[in-house]
């Protein structure tokens, strides 16, 4: 396989994934769920995360390293944001500093997700 022909279809992979995350963001968006708790323990973005990990090693070296990076950062990040939440939440005060947190956080993966998926179609990497 030439070397064009592998980064289209790793390109492909990555449409994939942005497409899983977006699933779970619609999943939070559209059902009682926040955004951030669809996003992080719904099974389109586990499925995502875990073909990261999977491609991750084929992107070395090309501009979707970024991307990949980019993709289990947000998973990440957005898990331990949840969590955190979650803490907060077993304090009444907390509740009120939880609610609007996930808001954020979900807005926040919105934004990571839309961001990386128009970069990728332009072929542009991440920071």
């Given at each position: ?20 995350h977006a699933v ?104």
């Open positions: 396989m030439t070397d064009e022909a592998q980064l289209d279809g790793l390109r492909a992979w990555t449409h994939v994934i942005y497409g899983l779970s963001v619609l999943i939070g968006i559209t059902s009682a769920a926040f955004i951030v708790t669809a996003f992080v323990f719904g099974v389109p973005s586990i499925v995502a995360v875990i073909l990261n990990y999977v491609k991750r090693d084929e992107a070395r070296g090309t501009f979707l390293e970024s991307h990949f990076r980019w993709q289990i950062r947000t998973f990440w990040f957005t898990l331990l944001w949840c969590a955190l939440g979650g803490l907060l939440i077993a304090t009444v005060i907390g509740v009120l500093v939880a609610i609007p947190m996930f808001i954020a956080v979900g807005v926040w993966v919105i934004y990571r997700v839309v961001r990386g998926w128009l970069a990728l179609k332009d072929g542009k990497p991440m920071p």
